[in-house]
Nanobody, 125 residues
Framework: QVQLVESGGGLVQAGGSLRLSCAAS????????MAWFRQGPGKERERVAA????????SYADSVKGRFTISRDNAKNTVYLQMNSLKPDETAVYYC??????????????????WGQGTQVTVSS
C-alpha cells in the first residue's frame, strides 16, 4: 500500500490555472501507475488523467485534453496535475490514486487500489 497526500487545490476564476501535487510514501513510487480522478457535486467520479510508472505513457479524459497535463517526478515521489483554462463545471474534489505494476494486469483501467484524501478545486464564474 502507498500513502497519498494531495495539495494545491483552491479557488480560481474561470480560465485560470492550478497545479495539483500528490506526494506518495510507503512503497517504491516508480513501481506505481498513477492517476487523478475528480468528483463534482452530484456527479460520478471520473478519471481525469493517468500516467505510467515511467511517465512515458499518459492518458486523458476527452474533456481535459489540451488543457490538463499529468506528470511525475519519481525522484521526489510526486505526481502533478497542471490544470489550465479551468471551467466552473470542473469544480470538484480531485483525488490522487495509485496501483502497482503487479496489480495493473488484473485491475481495469479505472480501478486503483490506493487513494488520497482529496483536494477541493473550486472554479468561480
Amino acid at each position: 500500500q502507498v500513502q497519498l497526500v494531495e495539495s494545491g487545490g483552491g479557488l480560481v476564476q474561470a480560465g485560470g490555472s492550478l497545479r495539483l501535487s500528490c506526494a506518495a510514501s510507503g512503497r517504491t513510487f516508480s513501481n506505481y501507475f498513477m492517476a487523478w480522478f475528480r468528483q463534482g457535486p452530484g456527479k460520478e467520479r471520473e478519471r481525469v488523467a493517468a500516467i505510467s510508472w515511467s511517465g512515458g505513457i499518459t492518458s486523458y479524459a476527452d474533456s481535459v485534453k489540451g488543457r490538463f497535463t499529468i506528470s511525475r517526478d519519481n525522484a521526489k515521489n510526486t505526481v502533478y496535475l497542471q490544470m489550465n483554462s479551468l471551467k466552473p463545471d470542473e469544480t470538484a474534489v480531485y483525488y490522487c490514486a495509485a496501483k502497482s505494476r503487479l496489480r495493473a494486469g488484473v485491475l481495469g483501467p479505472y480501478q486503483y487500489d490506493d487513494w488520497g484524501q482529496g483536494t477541493q478545486v473550486t472554479v468561480s464564474s
